[in-house]
């Protein structure tokens, strides 16, 4: 059996089939607004890493409870000896308070002394 569905269009947009649902390409959702951070503590540079020369950026996930405290981190990605100091020091960050948790990317940048 085959269905057939008319839609009237009022728009340009290309359309996309999906399982049988039509989406407008290039439709736009508004994604939720950074939360501003209130108070931030700056990350130890590990003493390992720092003999090491090791430097870069660690991304961490980051959930966020209503009243602006820090519940959890996850490492998205960097190097595993800066991980736990990015992840220590984010956790003791504030944020502004919103109605519901929320999570947020945080990208913390380890920079290595040029001697």
């Known amino acids: 059996m085959e269905v057939s569905l008319a839609i009237p269009l009022r728009s340009s947009r290309p359309l ?8 407008c390409a290039g439709a736009t959702f508004a994604a939720p607004t950074p939360r501003a951070i209130v108070s931030r503590v700056s990350p130890a540079y590990p003493e390992l890493a720092r003999r090491m020369h090791v430097s870069g950026k660690v991304v961490l996930l980051v959930t966020i409870q209503p009243d602006g405290k820090v519940s959890a981190t996850k490492v998205e990605s960097g190097h ?9 020091a984010v956790s003791r960050w504030r ?8 999570e947020s990317e945080i990208d913390v940048n380890f920079a290595a002394d040029v001697q």
Do not use: H, N, R, W
């Open 80 to 88: 595993a000896l800066l991980a736990p100091a990015a992840q220590d």
């Open 16 to 23: 996309l089939l999906a399982g049988g649902l039509v989406l």
């Open 95 to 102: 944020f502004v308070p919103a109605p519901e948790a929320s």
